[in-house]
C-alpha cells in the first residue's frame, strides 16, 4: 500500500481545536466572508448554517491515516492558542459550520505579510517568541495519506459536500502528496483593518475564559482584540521594528494575506 501526504491549507478566518481526535475546525460567523473548497480538478462552496453553524459537522470519507500520537507544530509562523483553561462557546450560531477530521502529522502556521498586531483584551497572549506580535493568518494540516484512496468526500451526515478523485502532480522524484485547498474569502482589499478586526472578534467569541472574581469561578466570553496602533511596516537593512512615540503615525500595510481572498486576522489553534 503506497503511502504519501495529504495537504489541506486553510486560509482565512478559522479556529482549530487540535487537543481532540478526530480534530474540529470552526469556520467563525464573519459576514462577507464565503467558504469554499478547492482541488486542482473541483470546486466547491460551503453552506453557512445561521442557526446550529457550531453543530453542523462535516465528516471526511478518504484515505487519511490518522496520527495515533502527538500532532507535531511547524511553526514558520506562531500560531495564537486560546486562552489556559478556556471552553468553547455554548452559542451554536456563533459558527457557520464545523469541519471533523482525523488528527493530522503536522500543523504549520502560515503568514503572508509582513504587519504585526497586538493581542489585547483581558489577559492577552504574552507576545510569542522570536518573532512578538507575529502570528500566522493560515494553517496547513498535513496528514499521512493511502494514495490507493484517491475518492475524497465530505458530508455533512444528511448529503455529500463535496466528492472528489485526488491527483498527484508532485514533481518527479519528489514525494506523492495529494492538496487541497479551503479558503474563507473575504473582501478585495482592507486598508483600514476593519474585516481582519471584525473576524478576528467573531473568531475569539467561539471561546469563553475561566475568571475568577472572590472565590468564584465562572466563564466569559473572550474579548480580545487586535490592536494595528504601532507601525508594523516590513523593516529594511538597519531598521527597528518599534513603537512610535507621540502622535506619530503608523506605517500600515493592507491586510490581506493574500491580496483579493484572505482575512488578515490571526487565527486560533489549540494543541
Sequence with gaps: MPQGKLEISFYGPFAFMLDRDPIEIYTPRCVGHYPSIFTTEDEAPFIAD?????KRTHSSKSGIKGNQGKITPVNRAAILSPPPGFRLTNDPRRAWFCI????PAHAVGIKGDPYLVEITGTNPPPPNTPNPNNWATAMRLIFDYDMNQPRFILTDGASWVFDTTLKDYSS???????????????????????????CFEAGALLFQQKVKVANLVNYVD???EMDYSYAHAKSGAGQKKHRPKGNVPAVVPHATARPGTDCGNAIFASF
Design 50 to 54: 445561521y442557526n446550529q453553524g457550531m
Design 100 to 103: 471533523k477530521l482525523p488528527k
Design 172 to 198: 518527479l522524484g519528489a514525494p506523492t502528496r495529494f492538496d487541497i485547498t479551503i479558503r474563507n474569502a473575504g473582501p478585495l482589499l482592507d486598508p483600514d483593518h476593519e474585516d481582519a478586526r471584525a
Design 222 to 224: 473572550l474579548d480580545w
